[in-house]
């Protein structure tokens, strides 16, 4: 009997035993979960999925959109925007009236929108710059990505973009949203996404903080000193960080290239990629975590923008971001302008769309011929092409326009439009596109 019932202790403290385990192992995920994880979401990556996400996002709208953005060129996403507007649907639209470099494009597009039925408000004056790139769509699902709806966002550049539909998460962007939109303050003390100003500084940290494993960002800007010291300090205790990004030419004249040095001096890796340009702003910790946003590591960002960005673990989307990253990480070079040097045709110029394989060279002329021209008074281009966003440009600013022919009668743009030409200068890439900048007409070769 005694053994009997020894037996029957046993077994239930084994019982206890097992379901003490199960309920560790069920809790210790949910106690190491970090806060505000949106857990399903759907992702997509650029240049490889185009316009369709977005231009579906309007498609679906059946009563209401709120639209807070950076930037809006692209031509199919702005007729897309009018159509939903015909059709019934309420749009609201928050942009960035003075975006950086002083151009009035988005003014021009902001205010043809309003003239086809969208409600239009500038960015509140509370923030250096309106950098948020979000959609809420019948207050219930959201979209938000690293990229403006730009052509060349879609055409030429690494970009990520989340949706997810959840009342919870979408109706905490629609309601800060709505603030701004009013002009009034908004508490995000206890948010679950992560915002610039309010928060984005502190949950980095802390994410960065938390890793264990590794840390991978594809990310445009590495400048703010707290973040990049958070990232050296993760490489110094183990943690793989690896950075993938786009230099700037020269690369001592890189704002980035500091903070991208001293992630190196701490055991971090970086990779540089030319093309497609790196606009992204993303991350993921410990190959679990996901962050997509607009947030860059910059001071500015982090701490005077109105920026937005999603944390999540959904497992397809996690995978994907790092199969891209593997493959992105594969293509990119520890030099940031490899020596390699493709030859000059024996022709002895290159036409204009090729100018994206010989960035960064100075020793090859550039022909074309202007078809298309773009003068706002602060900067012309003459381009090949309508592709604005993705086009080689000659660049000619307005100190330089009393050097060139027919000034002040006739200025460059109108001067050598319909003109075959040949360009010498320096191959930059700026913003998505290949650009030469002329200082003097003698880099301009008129063929005919």
């Known amino acids: 009997?005694?053994?009997?019932?020894?037996?029957?202790?046993?077994?239930?403290?084994?019982?206890?035993?097992?379901?003490?385990?199960?309920?560790?192992?069920?809790?210790?995920?949910?106690?190491?979960?970090?806060?505000?994880?949106?857990?399903?979401v759907t992702l997509w990556i650029e240049p490889h999925a185009g316009k369709e996400p977005i231009l579906q996002a309007f498609?679906?709208?059946?009563?209401?959109?709120?639209?807070?953005?950076?930037?809006i060129t692209d031509p199919d996403v702005i007729q897309k925007i009018k159509d939903t507007v015909a059709r019934g649907v309420t749009v609201r639209l928050m942009l960035e009236n003075n975006p950086y470099g002083g151009s009035s494009t988005n003014i021009d597009i902001g205010l043809d929108l309003q003239q086809a039925g969208v409600q239009l408000k500038w960015a509140p004056r509370a923030y250096r710059y309106l950098h948020e790139k979000a959609i809420v769509v019948d207050g219930q699902t959201a979209y938000v990505m690293t990229h403006n709806l730009t052509t060349s966002a879609f055409t030429a550049n690494r970009e990520y973009g989340v949706s997810f539909t959840d009342p919870v998460f979408a109706g905490e962007i629609a309601r800060v949203f709505d603030a701004d939109w009013d002009r009034e303050p908004v508490d995000l003390s206890n948010a679950l996404l992560i915002w610039s100003p309010d928060n984005s500084r502190e949950r980095f940290t802390a994410l960065f903080r938390r890793a264990r494993e590794s840390i991978w960002l594809e990310h445009q800007n590495l400048q703010d000193p707290e973040m990049v010291d958070a990232l050296c300090q993760a490489a110094q205790r183990g943690v793989d960080v690896r950075l993938i990004s786009t230099p700037r030419w020269p690369i001592e004249n890189d704002f980035d290239e500091p903070g991208r040095e001293q992630l190196r001096r701490a055991g971090g890796q970086v990779r540089y990629i030319l093309d497609p340009y790196i606009h992204?702003?993303?991350?993921?910790?410990?190959?679990?975590?996901?962050?997509?946003?607009?947030?860059?590591?910059t001071t500015n960002s982090l701490d005077n923008n109105r920026e937005l960005a999603v944390l999540f673990d959904d497992a397809d989307a996690v995978r994907q971001m790092l199969d891209q990253f593997e493959a992105d990480w594969a293509q990119g070079t520890v030099e940031p302008f490899p020596k390699e040097k493709l030859p000059i045709p024996p022709e002895g110029y290159i036409d204009h769309t090729q100018a994206r394989l010989y960035l960064f060279r100075d020793d090859v002329p550039v022909q074309l011929t202007v078809t298309h021209t773009y003068n706002s008074g602060r900067v012309i281009w003459l381009m090949g092409n309508a592709d604005v966003d993705r086009n080689f440009k000659v660049v000619i600013f307005p100190s330089a326009y009393s050097k060139f022919p027919g000034y002040p009668d006739v200025l460059p743009d109108e001067y050598y439009k319909g003109k075959t030409i040949r360009v010498r200068g320096l191959i930059k890439l700026y913003r998505g596109w290949p650009e030469i900048i002329v200082n003097s007409p003698s880099q301009i070769e008129v063929v005919k």
């Open 59 to 71: 498609d679906s709208a059946q009563h209401d959109v709120r639209m807070a953005f950076y930037s």
């Open 280 to 297: 992204a702003k993303v991350f993921v910790v410990d190959g679990r975590w996901g962050v997509v946003g607009s947030v860059n590591l």
């Open 1 to 40: 009997m005694r053994r009997k019932n020894t037996w029957v202790w046993l077994r239930a403290f084994l019982l206890v035993l097992l379901l003490l385990v199960l309920l560790i192992l069920w809790v210790r995920p949910r106690m190491d979960r970090p806060r505000g994880v949106v857990p399903d």
